[in-house]
T-cell receptor
Framework: DQQVKQNSPSLSVQEGRISILNCDYT??????FLWYKKYPAEGPTFLIS?????DKNEDGRFTVFLNKSAKHLSLHIVPSQPGDSAVYFC???????????FGKGTRLHILP | DSGVTQTPKHLITATGQRVTLRCSPR?????VYWYQQSLDQGLQFLIQ???????AKGNILERFSAQQFPDLHSELNLSSLELGDSALYFC?????????????FGPGTRLTVT
């Protein structure tokens, strides 16, 4: 049972445009959501997070939107840069829980 | 550099064998997590230790075990290896058990079982 789903295995976006990565979840008990970024041959690195009491969190070029009624979140990257080419993992957890549930990831290609 | 180190980087072994993967968390971090990433899977949580004690278990097989030592480094032991155990194994650490969602990952150990 996949509780966190990233339905797009890959996404290609022109440099300078907006990249939108989507994530759906099934467990309404999740109250914290995270995005991690992974380059080849490296471990994932934390990117941005959002609490379920918010619907938006922004950090520089990265914004995460949460739609609780739809159990959907998205990561917006504006403007997209070549260094953004990586695999992005969506993840979710409950407060004081002991594990994070990760999606399978979306590979983002930023085209010149 | 996340500050989390993992050794070895690559490991090639045969079916039926046993291997040990090692992880050193960031300085001061008490929580250590192990994840498995197979070819077509996301990161699968295996197990978490906090200050030497097992705190949570995920999809960890009985053939796998882990421990965290007094100096806070952790080892993941994989035994009776099967071809399907070939994967990337990541270790992550975090400072506090209640903010474990901000985890810092090591570079991973790539295990190939032949």
């Amino acid at each position: 049972d996949q509780q966190v789903k990233q339905n797009s295995p890959s996404l290609s976006v022109q440099e300078g445009r907006i990249s939108i990565l989507n994530c759906d979840y099934t467990n309404s008990m999740f109250d914290y959501f995270l995005w991690y970024k992974k380059y080849p041959a490296e471990g994932p690195t934390f990117l941005i997070s959002i609490s379920s009491i918010k619907d938006k969190n922004e950090d520089g070029r990265f914004t995460v939107f949460l739609n609780k009624s739809a159990k959907h979140l998205s990561l917006h990257i504006v403007p997209s840069q070549p260094g953004d080419s990586a695999v992005y993992f969506c993840a979710a957890t409950r407060a004081r829980d002991d594990k994070i549930i990760f999606g399978k990831g979306t590979r983002l290609h930023i085209l010149p | 550099d996340s500050g989390v180190t993992q050794t070895p980087k690559h490991l090639i072994t045969a079916t039926g064998q046993r291997v040990t993967l090692r992880c050193s968390p960031r300085s001061g971090d008490l929580s250590v997590y192990w994840y498995q990433q197979s070819l077509d899977q996301g990161l699968q949580f295996l197990i978490q230790y906090y200050n030497g004690e097992e705190r949570a278990k995920g999809n960890i097989l009985e053939r796998f075990s882990a421990q965290q030592f007094p100096d806070l480094h952790s080892e993941l032991n994989l035994s009776s290896l099967e071809l399907g155990d070939s994967a990337l194994y990541f270790c992550a650490s975090s400072a506090r058990w209640d903010r474990e969602y901000e985890q810092y990952f090591g570079p991973g150990t790539r295990l190939t079982v032949t």
